[in-house]
């Protein structure tokens, strides 16, 4: 390694390191306190969409969780928030408030790309998200964290397989 690489790498650590304790932290601050559970793919036409981990206590289905999507395409924020609206209906919830949480989503979703990540937490009071391992905000609605969460683990999710990945019991 010559000497201008060696300097530029110790500019680049001395760059960084008043936020190496934050990006040390960010993947566990949603998750603490919560046990890792399973993990999967979600294919659309074939196509890897995003990976999504599930942590949870001793009943993954029920709060408090945390689901962790690492997207794999880019996708508008829009089309997130309508692809929710959409999986949410098909589960049976009220047209009233998907009018409300629809637009909702909209303005907390944003467009994603190729190796970004949210993670929703879901507690019993609502559901609060972060991009990135930065706050996006939250919906304070139990019936909301319910429903959205739901995409992925109501029993009658469209996504089966993923919803039995993400629940499978972690070895040891």
């Known amino acids: 390694m010559n000497s201008s690489t060696a300097r530029r790498r110790l500019l680049l650590v001395l760059a960084i390191w008043p936020w190496l304790p934050a990006l ?19 294919r659309r ?24 999507l690492d997207y794999r395409r880019n996708i508008a924020g829009s089309a997130i928030a309508e692809a929710s609206v959409k999986e949410m209906r098909a589960l049976g919830a009220d047209e009233a408030l998907l009018r409300r949480w629809g637009p909702e989503m909209a303005r907390l979703f944003p467009d994603v790309k ?8 879901y507690r019993p009071e609502g559901a609060s998200f972060l991009f990135n391992g930065r706050p996006l ?7 909301f964290a319910r ?3 739901g995409i992925w683990l109501d029993p009658r999710t469209s996504a089966p397989d993923l919803r039995a990945a993400l629940l499978r019991r972690p070895e040891g």
Not at 114 to 121: A, E, F, L, P, R
Not at 137 to 143: F, H, K, L, Q, R
Request: no cysteine; net charge negative.
């Open 114 to 121: 190729s190796g970004d990540h949210i993670v929703g937490v």
């Open 137 to 143: 905000g939250e919906i304070p609605e139990p019936e």
């Open 45 to 68: 036409f074939g196509f890897l969409v995003y990976e999504a981990t599930l942590w949870g206590g001793d009943d993954p289905a029920r709060p408090p969780l945390a689901l962790r």
């Open 147 to 149: 429903r959205f969460f």
């Open 24 to 42: 040390a932290a960010e993947p566990a601050a949603p998750v603490r306190g919560l046990r890792r559970w399973g993990q999967g793919e979600f």
